[in-house]
């Protein structure tokens, strides 16, 4: 395997277990997406108010063949046409990134074929380019998840720094938790986003915390406000308190994601994780990007929020600069932006 050859028609098998979803796409030459499956388990774990670990793990194992099985059918290929396959090795929920290595090593044995772990948080930054794969370099990307929110200078592939980040609650933590106290459904993303069209967005001024004071920012202080705000005034309609929280959490996004822009000269502004799927957060970010001078490119909200198709495409970058991975490579939990599996 040491000759592999990466180009155009190579096909990457990919899947991603990390949380919640267990996806499988098969990928050619990086960004021609043939098939792209993802089951969500959110029925599962809305019981529970959020992702219980040890449930999730049991459900990936119980949809990992079918949905691999899906992706190929999708796809129109037979196995034998499938050159590497992928999976995320990090971050996440231990037992659920073992479902997906494991698997994917076992497949690469089998139809003997390289194995590529792949960073998670550097496959939403390859969302936007899946989509659009003529964006020019140096890119600023807004990667906003669940667990991760941080303004990444994007180089070139794999060359990335991050210029801010949370430092506390992720977005869409702030989100869920924002829901989860309403009491307005699960996940607390979508169910905010869709309660928010709905209210006055000017009716309540929250907190915009460290606006004027560099990259990072803070959503921890916001989640305390609104909470605050609703116990003092319980007969608040839940839409404008949505609104106005949905409104502030816009606003600081955008505001640093094109002052970052500015300051290392991007070409463009890219947004990336679940958050990114947010309306207003699209809406905005157009408008205000493309007046300070920027292209603003919004992957479709099928590959902002977890997918197996972005784990594909970074792991074709990956083939391309770093070549096939030792199967001895792990599950790592904690893994950072910067970091490569191993
Ligand atoms: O990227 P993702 O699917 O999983 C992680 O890697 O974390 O992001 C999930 C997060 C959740 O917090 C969810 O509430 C949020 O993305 N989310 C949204 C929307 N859709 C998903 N947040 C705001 N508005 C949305 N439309
Ligand atoms: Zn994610």
Known sequence: MSSFQVNESTVVL????????????????????????????????????????????????EAIVPVVRQ????????????????????????????????????????????????????????????????????????????GHTMIVEMRGHGDYTVLGRTIDDAAGEAYDKVARF????????????????????????????????????????????????????PDAANADVAASFQEAVVDVLCAKTIKAAQQVGARGIVLGGGVSANSLLRSTMTTRGEQAGFSVALPSRAMCTDNAAMIASAAWYRLLSDGPMDLSCGAYPNLKLAEVPR
Request: hydrophobic content about 50%.
């Open 182 to 233: 309403l009491d307005v459904g699960y996940p607390g993303g979508p169910a905010i986003d869709a309660l928010a069209s709905q209210g006055d967005a000017t009716s309540i001024e929250f907190p915009r915390a460290m606006m004027h004071d560099g990259l990072n920012v803070s959503f921890s202080g916001l989640k305390t406000s609104v909470i605050n705000y609703v116990r003092k005034n």
């Open 71 to 146: 992706a190929i059918s999708d796809a129109g290929i037979l196995p034998g046409r499938i050159d590497a396959v992928a999976a995320t090795a990090g971050p996440g929920l231990i037992g659920a990134l073992l479902v997906g290595v494991s698997a994917a090593k076992s497949l690469s044995l089998v139809w003997d074929v390289p194995f590529i772990g792949v960073n998670h948080l550097e496959a939403h930054l390859y969302a936007g380019l899946l989509d659009d794969p003529t964006l020019q370099f140096p890119l600023v990307v807004l990667l906003v998840s669940g």
């Open 14 to 61: 990919a899947i991603e277990t990390s949380c919640d979803e267990t996806a499988a796409a098969v990928v050619m030459g990086g960004n021609d997406v043939l098939s792209s499956v993802v089951s969500s388990q959110i029925d599962i774990h809305a019981r529970f108010g959020g992702v219980v670990p040890e449930v999730a793990s049991r459900a990936h194992l």
